[in-house]
């Protein structure tokens, strides 16, 4: 595949998923709960949409033409409410107030509480259902918005899931792009002990879904696959993307013990230090 992306934003941008990952860390470490491992995989993703791929204004979040990006792994949240602050939906201060009574950003995400978030999810299984829906709305209004919605590969186990990619493909709804966070570890341990999901590709297909797997920590890779995505018009896609969980951060890598527990104040300065030296890392290969 052919890639249009400069170097210069692809390092820009890989750098922003690393400063969103010390966030995060930095939230659910002030909120002393949360969900790390699912945050951190999905970072590079995350920055790519919200800070590139989509058209979003932080200054207009409900701008009819926006296209709609449905976090479904909603415990994700600490990682999309860091990105919609630092993109300036809202000020990043307020990132210290994640998971406090009367907070605008809760433990999961509330699409009437915050703004650019916009659905409500929490209860896993439902983006790609209500993606359907938002993006045959779309279709009816003869609007040019997409849909995007990120979902763990946990998550897939649902039926829902199952239900929503049927319609999606009956309806051909090219105008719906699903990117699974394929972490390979869910809440109490690998995906592939508690309920395979495997072979995932085949699966999608079988759905009449158009399938690309990909490295979801290669931010050109991520760029140039959604633009990919964008030239094929006549059925649902889905993006697998192969990622790990609590990347970044060495002990919490591949480890469901990490997937909702804070780091206590010494695990987070260890955090913060690895994170600290990837950004370190990026930036002297800038020069
Ligand atoms: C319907 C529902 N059942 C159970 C939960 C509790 N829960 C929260 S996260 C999670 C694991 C999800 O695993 P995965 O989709 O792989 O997430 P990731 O690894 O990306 O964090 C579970 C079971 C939930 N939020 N909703």
Redesign the pocket.
Known sequence: MESFHSEKLVKELSKIAWILRKDVIDMIHRAGSG?P??SL?AAEIVTALIFHHLNIDPKNPQMPERDRFLLS?G??APLLYAALARRGFFPLEELKTFRQLDSRLQGHPDRLKTPGVEMTS????HGVAVGVGLALAARIDNAKWRVYVLV????IQ?GVIWEGAMMASKYRLGNLTVIV?F?K???DGP?HEIMPIQPVTEKWKAFGWYVTEIDGHNMREILDTLDEMDNIQDQPKVIIAHTI?GKGVSFMEGKSYW?GRAPNDEQYLQAMKELSQAIKKLELSEE
Do not use: M
């Open positions: 969900h491992g699912g995989s792994k415990h994700a929490g209860i896993l299984g763990g590969d946990g998550e649902a966070d972490n570890v869910q809440l995906v969980k997937h």
